[in-house]
Every structure is written in C-alpha cells, then in structure tokens.
Nanobody, 114 residues
Framework: QVQLVESGGGLVQPGGSLRLSCAAS????????MRWYRQAPGKQREFIAL???????RYGDSAKGRFTIARDNAKNMVFLQMNSLKPEDTAVYYC????????WGPGTQVTVSS
C-alpha cells in the first residue's frame, strides 16, 4: 500500500506563504483523487482542496483565492501552495489519497503567528 508523508509546515507570519508537499512512497497515479484537509485544535477536520487525475480541482471556502493544489506525477508528489496566510489557518494539514485505499499522511503543523 502506498504511504503518504507531508512536509513543509512551520511557523510563518500573517500574510506570508508556505508550500506544503505530500510525498508518496509509490506511484501517486494509483490515486484518482488527492486531497488536503486540516484540523485545528478543538475543531473538526476541514476540507481544503482536491485534485483529480483528470485535472479537476475544487477548494473549500477558506482556501478559495489563496491556496493552490498541484501534483507532479513524475515525482509522485502533491503540493499545496498557501498564500496570504492568516492566524486562523493555523492547523495540522493532512494529505489524503483516494484510490483502492483511502490513505492519509501523518500531517504537518502550520502555525501562522506574529
């Protein structure tokens, strides 16, 4: 089973940018859809973005206009470019692959604070 691992999180000031990466241990083409979610302390997991193998994208309301999802099949990676970050974007961000299995990464912490 292909595993996913996120990276790229960290501390950033409000208004800043981060690019999260999600690396697959095998072929990312095995997933028909890749998604990003996040979960802040005390809150439910929130949908951020998805990208299908056909190239369709969809974004959650909190991500529209600020975040961009992309994939590099040759590198077996998915990315989440996050711009104009706000303190309310602080959360653990998770990568998810949908295919024969529903696979989740362990998450990466993003903290937006001055």
């Amino acid at each position: 089973q292909v595993q996913l691992v996120e990276s790229g999180g960290g501390l950033v000031q409000p208004g800043g940018s981060l690019r999260l990466s999600c690396a697959a241990s095998g072929s990312i083409a095995s997933f028909h859809t890749m998604r990003w979610y996040r979960q802040a302390p005390g809150k439910q997991r929130e949908f951020i973005a998805l990208l299908t193998s056909g190239g369709s994208t969809r974004y959650g309301d909190s991500a529209k206009g600020r975040f961009t999802i992309a994939r590099d099949n040759a590198k077996n990676m998915v990315f989440l470019q996050m711009n104009s970050l706000k303190p309310e974007d602080t959360a653990v961000y998770y990568c998810n692959g949908l295919g024969s299995f529903d696979v989740w990464g362990p998450g990466t912490q993003v903290t937006v604070s001055s």
